[in-house]
């Protein structure tokens, strides 16, 4: 069985580190982006199975971000929402711009190796 990717998008590092040492004793492979942008083209070079996506990112927004994805050439990657933005406004745009899951910050640890494993069927 192969390595599920994960691709995490974020503009904090210290989030996108947090997230890599919560989710690595299941043993995903990860890369990285810290703009909508970035994760637009790393999502055609690295085909994430997941991609943990921020709504608050510089240039192309989370919202476009996974709107791109589902509609683009990557339909059947997962996306799972983790942001700051709280209100059920944000949590409805995320749902209908296509993510799979929706999570705010802070998360509990345990809740998103959840998350991610139902996500990726493990």
Not at 70 to 80: I, M, S
Not at 85 to 111: C, I, L, N, V, W
Request: proline share 4%; glycine share 6%; net charge negative.
């Amino acid at each position: 069985m192969k390595t599920a990717k994960v691709l995490i998008v974020d503009d904090s590092s210290n989030i996108r580190k947090l997230i890599k040492v919560v989710l690595k004793k299941d043993g995903y492979e990860f890369d990285e982006a810290d703009s909508g942008t970035e994760a637009l083209a790393k999502i055609v070079l690295y085909e994430p199975d997941l991609v943990i996506l921020d709504l608050v990112i510089p240039g192309v927004d989370g919202y476009g971000v996974c709107v791109n994805i589902k509609k683009g050439e990557r339909p059947q990657t997962k996306v799972l929402v983790l942001t700051s933005e709280s209100s059920q406004d944000a949590r409805d745009k995320a749902y209908e711009a296509g993510a799979d899951h929706f999570m705010t910050k802070p998360f509990e640890p345990e809740d998103l190796r959840l998350a991610a494993r139902r996500l990726l069927g493990k």
